[in-house]
């Protein structure tokens, strides 16, 4: 019998460094594909889509298509939703999973415990049986090593599974990886409308409607949550 192989895309929101980014919460997310189950027709038909858009080959990156940045500063609300929500209907549609880990600030106020709390959640769910990943496949980690402590984390977590960390990762190169910002960024609008935390005027403009966000877009992706 073969062995599987399942691909890790990761991505990661926030800073270690709290005078830099205030932010409340860091949060990592994977996305989880086995290797075996083909995309091709998933990414033909999303790169179909945003052809007809205009966007042939388009890198989404969602921070910055949210708040109106980067590539995006040209477009309307309604061009840079019709692109977030064509990436977000190929994540639904693809054999794929994700999960995401978090790290509020109250409680983990320093970039050391922060790192601990990372690699022990990162651990815990790769010791649990229902992860969907079988204790001997090979795992293939995609993360573009944005940030040196994830690096870090990700190395110690892993360091007793089969992994191949592959080199030199663009999210320009893969369609997950650009899932994986999508989730995480995701993640974070849900962690905001959880404890009552205001969006950005950015996020608001995109969402105007918090139970649209939940019904549209939050919930749909705890579907394939695991």
Request: charged share 20%; net charge neutral; glycine share 4%.
């Amino acid at each position: 019998m073969d062995e599987k192989e399942f691909g890790i895309f990761i991505d990661e929101s926030g800073s270690f460094d709290s005078l830099t980014i205030p932010s409340r919460f860091y949060v990592v997310s994977f996305v989880i594909h086995e290797q075996n189950a083909d995309l091709t027709r998933h990414i033909a038909e999303l790169d179909t889509c945003l052809a007809y858009l205009g966007h042939p080959g388009i890198c989404i990156h969602t921070g910055p298509l949210i708040r109106r940045e980067e590539i995006f500063r040209l477009m309307d609300v309604h061009e840079r939703q019709q692109i977030f929500f064509r990436l977000l209907a190929f994540a639904l549609h693809s054999p794929i999973s994700h999960h995401s880990f978090v790290v509020d600030k109250r409680y983990c106020s320093t970039p050391t415990a922060m790192e601990k709390s990372l690699r022990d959640q990162i651990s815990a769910f790769l010791a649990n049986p229902d992860n969907g990943l079988p204790p001997d496949a090979l795992v293939k980690i995609y993360y573009d090593n944005g940030q040196s402590q994830v690096s870090r984390i990700l190395k110690a977590a892993f360091s007793k599974t089969p992994t191949i960390f592959v080199e030199n990762v663009s999210p320009s190169n893969y369609r997950l990886f650009q899932v994986a910002d999508l989730v995480c960024s995701a993640e974070l609008l849900n962690l905001k409308l959880r404890e009552g935390i205001p969006l950005t005027k950015s996020e608001q403009y995109f969402f105007p409607q918090p139970r649209v966000l939940k019904k549209n877009v939050l919930r749909p992706l705890a579907r394939i949550q695991v």
